[in-house]
């Protein structure tokens, strides 16, 4: 099935905010202290790397990092980075790409399992990480809790962004196949309007907790957010960890 790369040149270029949001220290700390303790002493494949946000300060923790992506813009703007040379990058969907090596921790990060469409996808997107891990290592995934558990009936959107010059908000369009669309709509310093919108695919902790079962991962830990606050009913989001088993002991040990 031919995959769509929804990270064009355009989004690319201003996908990236130093010091804000995602980028600040505040967020990126926490997220590097967590999976770098996962890592150890061995290396990580981040899945959907992007323009490296995660990658490259975990990178200059020590922790060897490869990455894959579909795009290759986003993967053009890392390039451009300090740093980026200690970071290998195949390009490819990341649900089914498979590169050289066992890997302690892979991960995805800030729903980036929700850009994979269809269950099929995320099932398949599961057993590939398992197929990277060596044994004991850990799959991590950050992703949100859907919205629509606290909708009236009838709603069918949120708001989950508004300032003077943006909004963003998310259309739930299929209850049955759980697809929805995150639109954007922003007002540049000219005044001209521009909209971008792309679909993903909402999934529920416990559906990834089966997922990780039919890939052969043991649930380990879930947490509200990097800090590992409690994961609660209200929630809005969760950061879940899952584990390959460990060898079986040799016969006669």
């Known amino acids: 099935m031919r995959v769509e790369d929804w990270f064009g040149e355009g989004v690319a270029a201003g996908y990236d905010t130093p010091g804000v949001g995602r980028f600040s220290a505040d967020v990126l700390g926490p997220t590097v202290d967590f999976l770098a303790a996962l890592a150890g002493d061995g290396a990580a494949l981040e899945l ?4 490296g ?14 990455g894959i992506d579909l795009s290759p813009a986003m993967v053009a703007q890392l390039r451009e980075k ?3 040379e200690r970071v290998d990058v195949t390009i490819g969907d990341f649900g089914t790409t498979r590169v050289d090596g066992q890997f302690r921790l892979v991960y995805l990060v800030y729903n980036t399992i929700n850009n994979l469409t269809t269950q099929d996808a995320q099932v398949e997107c599961f057993r590939n990480a398992a197929a990277h891990l060596e044994p004991g290592g850990c799959f991590v995934v950050e992703v949100g809790v859907p919205a629509l558990r606290h909708f009236p009936p009838g709603t069918t959107t949120h708001v989950f962004a508004r300032t003077e010059s943006y909004v963003g908000f ?3 369009t299929d ?8 639109h954007h709509w922003r007002i540049g310093s000219d005044g001209t309007a521009g909209v971008f ?5 909402y999934v529920w902790p416990s559906e990834l907790d089966l997922m990780a079962r039919l890939a ?6 879930r947490w509200a957010g990097w800090e590992r606050d409690p994961f609660v009913d209200d929630s809005p989001s969760h950061v879940s960890v899952w584990q390959k088993p460990s060898e079986p002991p040799a016969k006669g040990s």
């Not at 946000?53 to 490869?66: D, Q």
Request: proline content about 9%; cysteine-free; overall charge positive.
């Open 216 to 221: 052969g991962l043991t649930f380990r830990e």
């Open 48 to 51: 959907g790397i992007g323009t």
């Open 175 to 182: 209850l049955t196949r759980q697809q929805m669309w995150s």
């Open 170 to 172: 998310d259309e739930y």
């Open 53 to 66: 946000r995660v990658a490259l300060p975990l990178s200059e923790r020590g922790v060897p990092v490869h």
């Open 197 to 201: 919108s792309m679909p993903f695919r």
């Open 82 to 84: 300090p740093g980026a």
